[in-house]
């Protein structure tokens, strides 16, 4: 007769403040019970956690049974089982799993703790890694120990199986543990074959790395007795140096199959190769049954489930069966990726008389023939940014290369009544090229015209007259980059204010131009009409600025980098796009090739419809998809 399936689950929890010997308050300690799948707490009695605490070996006992739901704890569906954990230190970390980026595992804090963190928080110590009366050294002291009596009042009938899950604050490795049938006196060792790279704090002369992992699953055991003990850790400052820790946070005792980690989602290419894989727990023998969408998939009934030269995805799970129950994993989504085509956005063409050109990418900013404002000025062709759908016009990081120029000059013509309409700490983003270096020009909300500089360069300075009178005006700055050098601004051709650098500044590498909207959100977006936009790689005189103004003049086109004159409505765009972040764009005039890359390209990329075909595709070098980066 087969006895009742259970899956206990325990880990050891608790919430403290670091300590020393000579302040310490107590902390409270808070465990989760044996249960099925439930992270309940329960406040024990406080024990010394941390660095240099009271000496001496401390335990804490649980008794857990079928009126234990009290106070957190999980009740079992019969039986009554003593859990006695001792150590000499405990401290915070948790097995976060796939709720956490690399490493997976977050360290100190009592806030929101995701996914196994909410049981796995906190861990024994191992007595080597900053043991009791020191903060640092090897301190030689005994390793923990887990007590379990009371087994064969839940597993009736059954054998179990053991695994065990650690976490630490001090750790590069783990050592093996050893999983003792204290009844007959046998002993089986479990390892911690995969523990994923760890984050080295830096403050000690070996790996000080916040990690973890799950343990390999031990054999069948058929016991009242169990114990559960870590092998002595070891750290050195070498050469080489090392931190081979021995820490527990919690274990997984169970007959039926529990899937300790699901495989997680997978973003794929087509051609790749996918190992979906999860981890499990039960008393052998387990069959195993892969579904995709919840339908059986033909042959696929090992732990391991491969798909080579992938081209179409799926909602993949599977479910594990022995004899005392079943069980099924989480949904694990594989997507294969594919390269998708939508029209816009439009592009504003670059009308400089020479030189390559560098076309802008418009997000949402009006074409209006012309405009003419109160004091009679018509401006014909002009760019209408609404701070309500925060358009933005923009250079991309692929063309700015070409406006890196040490000195140079900024113009272009604004109308606005400078409304706010956007809420924002700030004024209204004009010109954007700022990220840590550069320059940002904006409409104060007083009407000024604001030059944000960056730190230790020259100090912000503003216009002495207002522009945001609903009348056209004329912007330009002046710049030179060298410690000393001048920076001025000119209103309609005059100018009107200015300093000089406190230090050397450059433009940001690879910062995109932005118009009308910034990237950074402390800007509102600019509410208003613009024409005119250029930009040159040396210093105008005044009288070649006054120029411009009066006359429109194209001066000296050598160094015209760019003229959006807007005197035509902006062409029409594509924006390809894909996900995987190792493919390389390409593109042919027929759909037989010859292709060529476009290795700057990245998703979403914006590219002008021509009057012929366009062909696009990605190259990408198939690779193993694992999706389970603690794979054993």
Known sequence: MLGVSHAATVGFNFQC????????????????????????????????????????????????????????????????????????????????????SSPHYTFGGTGHRPGEEEVYWGFLRDGVNFGPGSSGGDNNQPGYAVDIVGLKSLFTNSAFVVELIASGDSI???????????????????SYPNIPPVGNVGDTAWTRGVGGGLSTVSG?????????????????????????????????????????????????????????RPIAVGVPPLA???????????????LTYSITNITVGGDFDLVITNLYGATTSKVATVTVDRLAITPGPTFVLDSKPSGTKDDGENFGATWLASSVDSAGTNRVGVMQFAATNAAQIVLPTSATTNFDS????????????????????????????LAGSGVDLVQADDGTILVHSPSGAFGDFSSTRAVSDTNWHHIAFVYEQTSGGLVNLYIDG?????????????????????LGRSHDSQWRPYDGLMDDFRVYSRELTQAEIASVVSTAAVVDPSTLQVRFSFDAPPVPGLTVSWQSGAAVLQSADAVTGPYTDLPSAASPYYVEVQPGPQFYRYRHAPVLLNSNPFDM
Request: hydrophobic fraction near 35%; charged fraction near 10%.
């Open 172 to 190: 590069q490795n783990l050592t093996n543990a050893f999983v003792i049938d204290a009844t007959a006196s046998t002993t089986q060792a479990v």
């Open 17 to 100: 403040n670091y300590c020393s010997a000579a302040s310490y308050s107590g902390a409270p300690v808070t465990a989760p019970a044996f249960g099925i799948g439930t992270n309940a707490w329960e406040s024990l009695t406080p024990m010394d956690t941390g660095y240099g605490c009271t000496p001496g070996y401390f335990t804490l006992d649980q008794v857990i049974g079928t009126t234990s739901a009290g106070s957190g704890l999980n009740p079992l569906p019969n039986g009554s089982v003593h859990v006695t954990w001792s150590a000499y230190t405990a401290n915070v970390s948790g097995f976060g799993g796939y709720d956490r």
């Open 220 to 276: 069948p055991v058929n016991t009242d007795h169990l114990k559960i003990i870590g092998n002595r850790a070891q750290h050195s400052a070498g050469p080489p140096s090392f931190n081979n820790a021995s820490t527990i946070a919690g274990f997984i005792i169970t007959d039926k199959p529990v899937v300790s980690m699901s495989p997680q989602p997978l973003l794929a290419t087509p051609g790749d190769t996918v190992l979906l």
């Open 288 to 302: 195993y049954q892969w579904r995709n969408g919840g339908v059986p998939v033909p042959g696929a009934t090992n």
């Open 494 to 514: 005059a100018p009107d204010s200015g300093g000089d650098n406190a230090g050397a500044w450059t433009w940001p590498a690879g910062q995109e131009i932005e």
């Open 406 to 433: 040490g000195v140079g000059t900024i113009m272009f013509w604004m109308r606005s009544a400078g409304t706010v309409t956007n809420s924002g700490s700030k004024g209204a983003m004009l010109f954007d090229r």
